[in-house]
């Protein structure tokens, strides 16, 4: 639809053009390879959020998969709240101030925010998740409740530490950021599987766990290393 509108906006604009602007091929290869960037980064923070219910599928079949995905779903939430009322707005600020002498001032105020509303979020899920058990009926979701509280610290650990994170990208430090989450993302996959066939549907709660611990410290001695704080 969007496609749509925009090509009968411009169809009559089109027509006036008289002189096709020459196309900057080196200009589209060094923007293509910067945004590979991001996208093998986006990618692999993806997989982290989302990988470990298609290892539970493949290890434990459909069943446990749905119990997964069902308290999986809940904590999701954190992160999508995250980017749309802390980051969408204080971010910009931040990159705005760069450049400036007291930017740890806006960091500190910032990383505060993350943690508020984690809190938040994290005790709404809490005050919610018994009245919707009662609701589903379904005892295999009660069964497996500490599900919840592994993915909560693991969520929570992972939206907190993008106070390091973005001062890494402040910095201009692009392929360490990158670095890290390829790292963060392998060993991700690596625990997952191993702790999935181990220990079963703990297992799997465990490894994202851990892989938010360790997200957490690389970003923060990272972000040490160039005198945060």
Known sequence: ????????????????????????????????????LYFIGTISLKSIEYINRYIVDIMLGSEKTGIFSFYSNFIMVIPVYINAIVISFELPAIIERAQEKDLMKYFKKFQKSLLIQIIIMSIIILIAIKPILLWQGVELYSNHLYILFFLLVGVGLMNYSLSYHFFLYVKEQDKKILALIINAGAFNLVFTISLTYLLGLLGTSIAFTLTGIYMFYLRYINAKKLNYG
């Open 1 to 36: 639809m969007a496609i749509l509108i925009n090509v009968l906006v411009i169809w009559k604009e089109i027509f006036r053009i008289k002189k096709i602007p020459k196309i900057d091929l080196n200009y589209l290869k060094s923007g293509l390879t910067v945004s590979a």
